[in-house]
């Protein structure tokens, strides 16, 4: 697990355990108790918790000239030298600003940022986003990111896209533009990675989490939504798939992020089902953990 996601998972973590103090009456005083420095701590925001950075860096990393910064919800450690890859939404998603499109606002929006410094080493992929979401970067040295809206005339979106680390386009997964749940399609795909093998998982499905009734995923299932793991083989052809939305084992409500253990066993963010699903890369069900709240990444 890298650094960056370590810390998300490290974030999710403690803001879960806020929420469940919350719901416990608080024990009495005890006369002339010492105050320990744990109630000091704010498990939401990390203050007074110990923190494995040195330092917290402000404005680390600065965009060209004329650029604004647009929301982002993915960064990845470069296994290759360490430093930084993200993506900004061209300009747009951030809190009272528009709506992401970068279909509309074709900038490159894809980073590596230099780890120390927070200088750009590359910048690319004006012209192929609309909406990038996951991001990934494999043992050498690409970059993968899902794209998991769509734009007005159907022609970009619902695809995974493979770059080098120069920022050539060498592959990309699903229909440009053409969402699906066959092996050739994608529906919003989320989440992207890669194993030791070089098999590609994708998740897929950014709809379930907001269904809460049976009815209401049975509903999503017969019109073709996905909550899914897809497999490729290393050029990209389809192996195989798992999960559809719904809440047993191995069905999804957004599977939001993905990462891979010592064993090589696949970790699923489910979002919607505020859980952890565990995998062989087969896609056979091992395990699960409950202790979540909205999970964003791993």
């Known amino acids: 697990m890298s650094l960056l996601r370590l810390l998300m998972f490290v974030f999710v973590s403690a803001a879960t355990l806020a929420a469940c103090a919350g719901d416990s009456e608080p024990p009495a005083p005890m006369a002339n108790a010492e105050i320990s420095p744990v109630t000091a701590v704010n498990p939401v925001t990390g203050e007074g918790l110990p923190n494995p950075t040195s330092q917290r860096i402000g404005s680390w990393a600065t965009l060209p000239e004329g650029r604004e910064w647009g929301s982002t919800a993915g960064l990845d450690i470069d296994p290759t030298d360490g430093h930084v890859w993200g993506y900004e939404r061209c300009g747009s998603g951030s809190a009272g600003g528009p709506g992401v499109n970068c279909d509309s606002n074709p900038v490159d929006p894809i980073f590596k940022f230099d780890r120390n410094t927070g200088e750009t080493l590359a910048n690319f992929g004006a012209g192929v986003f609309v909406t990038p979401h996951g991001i990934y970067a494999d043992g050498e040295g690409n970059v993968w ?70 009815a209401q995923m049975t509903e999503a299932r017969e019109a073709g939504l996905t909550g899914r793991i897809v497999k490729y083989s290393p050029s990209g052809e389809y192996i195989t798939e798992w999960g559809e939305i719904g809440t047993d084992h191995g069905q999804f409500r957004t599977p939001h992020a993905l990462e891979f253990d010592a064993q090589g066993r696949l970790w699923v963010a489910d979002r919607g089902n505020h859980r952890l699903e565990i995998f062989d890369q087969e896609g056979n069900y091992l395990d699960s953990r409950y202790q979540y709240g909205r999970i964003s990444d791993l």
């Open 145 to 214: 990111v899902t794209d998991f809206a769509v734009n007005d005339e159907g022609t970009k979106g619902h695809q995974v896209h493979k770059f080098s680390p120069t920022g050539e386009l060498l592959l990309s997964l699903g229909v440009a533009g053409q969402p699906g749940n066959g092996p050739d399609h994608l529906n919003q795909p989320i989440d992207v990675i890669v194993a030791p093998d070089g098999n590609i998982f994708v998740a897929d499905g950014h709809t379930g989490q907001n269904l809460t009734t049976d």
